[in-house]
């Protein structure tokens, strides 16, 4: 099982450009997440999803979108990419959300590595 | 507004001493988990612990929801627990989404 996946690994990238950040998770979880960690700092929420077909803002959800068209895919567009969206993000998933299950246990994928110049 | 704070922010040992790290939080929470961050930057679940104590191996935590904080313990440290440790917590009012801490950089020297 490989969990949760994202593409590229890294990327450089010109300020204007459009890009999409891949994220793929074969667990079946409801909910999906993108998170951005800039350095020496603790992540911080972009989107998230509580299950497919439905999307929400984060805490820093300027000059990205998302779409949760299925279960499994939940692709990150920068639309025109700026210098300060230098960063790693990350993509995380959890079975469910609410309450105080277990299943609300986020996990993450290996990260995106992510320069605008 | 919400807050989570760790402590402290930095911390050498030599290999195996003993670690206390410290979260707290300012509100009521409904999911509390502590990460590992390796060098190379993977994400690692270490625990899910909204309240209570639970162990794996050398490493155990608690978590006192009345009380606001949970604490990490590392026994024994080895060189490979070396990186930074992370909390995040999530708040019924935050719609459920983790809200992280500014991490505890541990390095454990041989």
């Known amino acids: 099982i490989a969990g949760i996946t994202q593409a590229p690994t890294s990327q450089i990238l010109a300020a204007g450009r459009r890009m999409t950040l891949r994220c793929t998770q074969d667990?079946?979880?409801?909910?999906m997440y993108w998170y951005r960690q800039d350095l020496g700092l603790g992540l911080r929420l972009i989107h998230y999803?509580?299950?497919?077909?439905?999307?929400g803002k984060g805490e820093v959800p300027d000059g990205y979108s998302v779409s949760r068209a299925n279960t499994d895919d939940f692709p990150l567009t920068l639309a025109s990419a700026v210098p300060s969206q230098t960063s790693v993000y990350f993509c995380?998933?959890?079975?469910?959300?609410?309450?105080?299950?277990?299943?609300?246990?986020?996990?993450f994928g290996p990260g995106t590595r992510l320069t605008v110049l | 507004g919400i807050q989570v704070e760790q402590s402290p922010p930095d911390l050498i040992l030599q290999e195996g001493a003993n670690s206390t790290l410290r979260c707290n939080f300012s509100d009521s929470v409904n999911n509390l988990q502590w990460f590992h961050q390796n060098p190379w930057g993977q994400l690692i679940n270490l625990f899910y612990?909204?309240?209570?104590?639970k162990q794996n191996g050398r490493l155990s935590a608690t978590t006192v929801a009345t009380e606001r904080y949970s604490l990490l313990y590392i026994s024994s440290s080895q060189t490979t627990d070396s990186g930074v440790y992370f909390c995040?917590?999530?708040?019924?009012?935050?719609?459920?989404?983790?809200?992280w801490g500014a991490g505890t950089k541990l390095i454990i020297k041989p």
């Open positions: 995380a998933s959890s079975d469910s959300v609410g309450g105080t299950s277990s299943y609300n246990e986020q996990f």
């Open positions: 612990i909204p309240s209570g104590t």
């Open positions: 667990m079946r979880h409801n909910a």
């Open positions: 999803s509580n299950t497919a077909g439905t999307t």
């Open positions: 995040a917590v999530s708040f019924p009012d935050s719609n459920y989404q983790l809200i």
